[in-house]
């Protein structure tokens, strides 16, 4: 994907579907500064992966939906360091009220983080730093 302005409209981002449909929206490649999505994109609660570029590598993150907020965290499970997910952009539990990693269904909350359940006792998510400004997310600079 070519590289794009920290200015540059989403308009161009926008995808069919939710991220619970059939037919995931496509893993987009963004920098710091740069537009994720639009929050009326994805369902609420939801959630979608993006590969966020950090020193020089890509690296797999997803974003929740909650309402008028949302929250980033990096694809790695701190307990056995491997993606959270099974299926594309979906990292929430059935309820919609945690999210899971599928190898060991450990859970952690949607806001900050933090180990819910499961064998992570004391650990947590690596959180992304994003905004969200006139209904748009944004990782943060």
């Given at each position: 994907m070519a590289d794009h302005p920290s200015t540059h409209t989403p308009v161009g981002l926008s995808f069919e579907g939710k991220a619970d449909d059939d037919s995931p929206?496509?893993?987009?490649?963004?920098?710091?500064?740069?537009?994720?999505?639009?929050?009326?994109?994805?369902?609420?609660?939801?959630?979608?992966?993006?590969?966020?570029?950090?020193?020089?590598?890509?690296?797999?993150?997803?974003?929740?939906?909650?309402?008028?907020?949302?929250?980033?965290?990096?694809?790695?499970?701190?307990?056995?360091?491997?993606?959270?997910n099974w299926k594309p952009h979906v990292f929430l539990n059935h309820d919609k009220t945690r999210i899971l990693c599928v190898v060991h269904a450990a859970t952690f909350d949607m806001r900050d983080g933090s180990c819910l359940g499961g064998p992570c006792p004391g650990q947590g998510l690596e959180q992304v730093a994003l905004r969200v400004e006139k209904g748009i997310i944004y990782l943060a600079d």
């Amino acid at each position: 994907m070519a590289d794009h302005p920290s200015t540059h409209t989403p308009v161009g981002l926008s995808f069919e579907g939710k991220a619970d449909d059939d037919s995931p929206p496509p893993v987009l490649t963004v920098k710091p500064g740069e537009a994720l999505c639009r929050l009326d994109e994805m369902a609420d609660p939801g959630s979608r992966a993006f590969m966020m570029r950090r020193g020089g590598e890509d690296e797999e993150i997803f974003v929740i939906r909650q309402g008028d907020e949302a929250f980033g965290y990096v694809n790695i499970c701190p307990h056995r360091f491997v993606p959270l997910n099974w299926k594309p952009h979906v990292f929430l539990n059935h309820d919609k009220t945690r999210i899971l990693c599928v190898v060991h269904a450990a859970t952690f909350d949607m806001r900050d983080g933090s180990c819910l359940g499961g064998p992570c006792p004391g650990q947590g998510l690596e959180q992304v730093a994003l905004r969200v400004e006139k209904g748009i997310i944004y990782l943060a600079d």
